[in-house]
């Protein structure tokens, strides 16, 4: 039988060369905090941990004109080249 085994979820975070610079494997909760797991550069295994005051202070970061692009993020298409791989 023809068996399809389903790649776990991932995101992957590229630069301007379309490089990858991480790979987030899971977003996972510690207590009060949000941990982002995954690899940096393809090898080096990082587990990063924000905190309730961080997530406050990127939020104050946020425009009217980029909250706007985060809403309608989901619902746009990927250029080609970044999808490949």
Do not use: C, Q, Y
Request: aromatic share 8%; glycine share 4%.
């Amino acid at each position: 039988m023809n068996e399809t085994v389903k790649k776990p979820a991932s995101i992957r975070i590229v630069d301007s060369a379309k490089k990858e610079l991480m790979n987030v494997s899971a977003i996972d909760r510690d207590g009060n905090f949000l941990l982002v797991k995954g690899k940096i550069f393809g090898t080096m295994p990082m587990t990063a941990k924000l905190s309730p005051e961080e997530a406050r202070n990127a939020l104050k970061m946020l425009t009217p004109r980029l909250v706007w692009f985060l809403l309608t993020f989901l619902f746009r298409r990927s250029t080609e080249d970044v999808r490949t791989k």
